[in-house]
């Protein structure tokens, strides 16, 4: 039996996922949730459509519970065949904590938890695995353009794109923002003032670096590709995107579903399914 995993699914894009999962991939989907009465409770709303997902209790924030997952993942299905990471924060435009200690807070959840929770979990991916990162359209790598330190700026996207990146030399750049943000300077390393912005870019780049090391697994065929769910009327937008969480599914779906032997890999997929150039652009007018 084939299983998918959705972090962070009880609302928003990821419930969305997780319906769309339930109708069309063949296995068994589990809905995660960092409060179990949450979880349970969007299990029955999918249960009232006519939908079977499963539950299990997940906060990426914990390292025990990913552990949990894992065991329970290793035990009961022998590994993963579908991950899809959507558990993120996003501060609101009127959030009055000071612009470090946003990026203290976001870089953690979004990059750093992410991470950890991608280092215990692929061990279990078995061959043929889809992996989905939820990035954004704010984690374009073109959205650096916006700083003031031009010259810098294009210092970092250059290296953000390098198709030698390592993980640690990403982390690095990740703590430095983070120790800047805190400091005030950030702009003089060319980061812009956007805490989300930097925190998808760095998940982005992050992507790219696991497509390309699981590409060399002895396990075959392992696929990463981070995505872009569109402006979506959920929590997190405040509700004011135009999008359902459905529709904001739909580039996780087609990710998460890409068939064997697919050439899309390490890719930037949007909202509609299209590939975009993550490194050179330009985006649509519409996100």
């Known amino acids: 039996m084939k299983v998918a995993v959705v972090s962070g699914s009880n609302k928003g894009v990821g419930l969305g996922v997780v319906r769309g999962l339930c109708k069309e991939f063949e ?18 709303v999918l249960e009232a459509e006519g939908l079977n997902p499963k539950f299990h209790q ?17 035990e009961k299905y022998g590994g993963i065949d579908v991950l899809v990471n959507n558990a993120a924060i996003a501060f609101k435009q009127a959030a009055t904590e000071p612009f470090g200690e946003q990026a203290t807070a976001t870089l953690k959840t979004n990059y750093w938890d992410t991470k950890a929770a991608c280092e215990i979990l692929f061990p279990i991916l078995r061959p043929g695995a889809r ?7 704010a984690g374009y790598l073109g959205n650096l353009e916006k700083s003031e330190n031009t010259e810098k ?14 993980v640690s030399e990403l982390d690095a750049m990740m703590k430095n923002f983070e120790v800047s943000a805190n400091s005030g300077n950030h702009q003089d390393f060319g980061w812009i003032n956007s805490t989300y912005s930097v925190s998808k870019i760095g998940l ?16 075959k065929d392992i696929v990463v590709n981070h995505v872009h769910p569109g402006y979506v009327d959920t929590d997190m937008t405040s509700h004011k995107g135009p999008l ?24 930037y997929i949007w909202k509609d399914c299209t590939i975009l150039d993550w490194v050179n652009g330009p985006l649509p007018s519409h996100v």
């Open 58 to 74: 997940l906060d990426i924030a914990d390292k025990e519970s990913v552990l949990k997952l894992r065991d329970f993942m290793k």
């Open 244 to 267: 359902t969480i459905d529709q904001g599914a739909e580039s996780s779906i087609y990710a998460a579903l890409l068939p064997p032997g697919t050439p899309v890999r390490g890719e």
């Open 153 to 166: 700026a294009k210092k970092l996207m250059k290296k953000l794109s390098s198709d030698d990146l390592s």
């Open 204 to 219: 982005s780049a992050l992507s790219r670096i696991q497509n390309r090391e699981l590409s060399q697994d002895s396990r």
């Open 131 to 137: 992996v989905v990162n939820l990035s954004s359209s």
């Open 27 to 44: 296995g068994d989907v589990y809905l995660t949730s960092r409060d179990v009465g949450r979880g349970e409770a969007a299990v029955k």
